[in-house]
């Protein structure tokens, strides 16, 4: 449990992102019942996803290591004779790196994201030129643990075709019961994704919501997480670093703010346990929905009070809500830097 000191969220918003609105409902259908909680920020008017997913594409036609017998040395005697991109393999004299470049720039033009993924040394994210903002979900999930885990908070984030705002759904389960209910929420929103974004989602989220979708549904067809950009390992790739880092770091670096007031992740399954084990669920959906009114800095110490559980469990709701914030903030970011290295002069002999 954390100090008592340290249960309370700031009374400044200068450390909280720009929040257009939130909007929290009780789900009651045949299912079962959850909560909902719709979180909407506004976007900067210099962000365009759409044309930052275009960079990728760039990215990867000057990667020359995709074709199959080009390695790095061979990369920088073809750059030297000015050979930079797929599209200059075209013309070599080399008969299979002609053929092969060829191929992969067909791929490329008809956007054949199944196809460039099987090709040598491609990743996930230099295809997401290959999708529409608005078809990429941003996905974090909290557990009770990490072994045989219930999952009882799941935040997805998305770009709003034709807006300028990034939203995210958020389903928390109130207890082990409801979990059946946000995972059918979550199972159909996840339906209709072309690509997700996670951050250690390939080793954790996805085995974790793959597991319980079985278990609760008997379905195995993990379609939705085709494809996957995972940003602990693109991230640490993309920014050249050799140690592994927390979603965190790559946060601060991208936003330049750190959370003051965040929950550490290894302490929230027991915080979940003392909820569930406590009284607070039948009225924590009006609470929660007091907490974080926009208008009031403060609502979260005002709705929970001294109730030291509540304060808890709001923190543990917005660190889910924040690390989905988080992604795209990474990921814009990651973007930029492939755009700077797309514009950067060829090299001369």
Not at 241 to 247: A, G, N, V
Not at 304 to 316: K, N, S
Request: proline fraction near 3%.
């Amino acid at each position: 449990m954390l100090d008592s000191q340290v249960r309370t969220f700031p009374e400044s918003t200068s450390t909280v992102p720009l929040l257009e609105a939130v909007h929290v409902e009780e789900i009651q259908d045949a299912a079962g019942s959850c909560i909902a909680i719709h979180w909407s920020f506004p976007l900067d008017s210099t962000c365009d996803d759409a044309r930052l997913f275009a960079f990728t594409r760039s990215r990867l036609c000057r990667d020359l290591t995709v074709i199959k017998g080009i390695g790095t040395e061979t990369r920088e005697k073809l750059k030297r004779r000015q050979v930079c991109s797929i599209a200059d393999l075209q013309y070599a004299s080399n008969r299979a790196w002609r053929r092969q470049a060829a191929q992969v720039m067909q791929w490329v033009r008809g956007k054949y994201a199944e196809l460039l993924r099987a090709t040598r040394r491609v990743k996930d994210i230099d295809l997401l030129f290959c999708f529409s903002p608005e078809n990429v979900i941003y996905l974090d999930i909290e557990t009770t643990g990490l072994v045989d885990a219930r999952v009882f908070a799941i935040a997805l984030g998305m770009v709003s075709p034709g807006k300028k705002e990034f939203v995210i759904h958020q389903f928390f389960a109130r207890d082990c019961q409801e979990e059946y209910t946000i995972l059918g929420k979550v199972h159909d929103i996840l339906a209709t994704s072309k690509c997700i974004v996670s951050f250690n989602g390939k080793a954790f989220d996805v085995p974790v919501l793959m597991s319980r979708f079985w278990y609760y549904f008997q379905v195995d067809d993990a379609g939705w997480a085709r494809f996957h950009v995972d940003l602990m390992h693109d991230a640490r790739r993309l920014l050249g670093l050799k140690k592994r880092e927390r979603l965190s770091f790559y946060e601060a670096i991208a936003t330049g703010n750190r959370r003051p007031f965040d929950v550490h992740s290894a302490t929230i399954p027991g915080l979940y346990e003392e909820f569930i084990e406590s009284s607070r669920a039948p009225d924590f959906a009006g609470l929660l929905q007091q907490a974080l009114d926009c208008s009031k800095p403060v609502a979260v110490n005002d709705a929970a009070g001294d109730d030291v559980i509540l304060i808890d469990m709001f923190r543990v709701i917005y660190h889910n809500m924040l690390d989905v914030k988080a992604l795209h903030d990474i990921l814009v970011f990651l973007l930029h830097r492939i755009k700077d290295q797309a514009k950067q002069p060829r090299s001369k002999a």
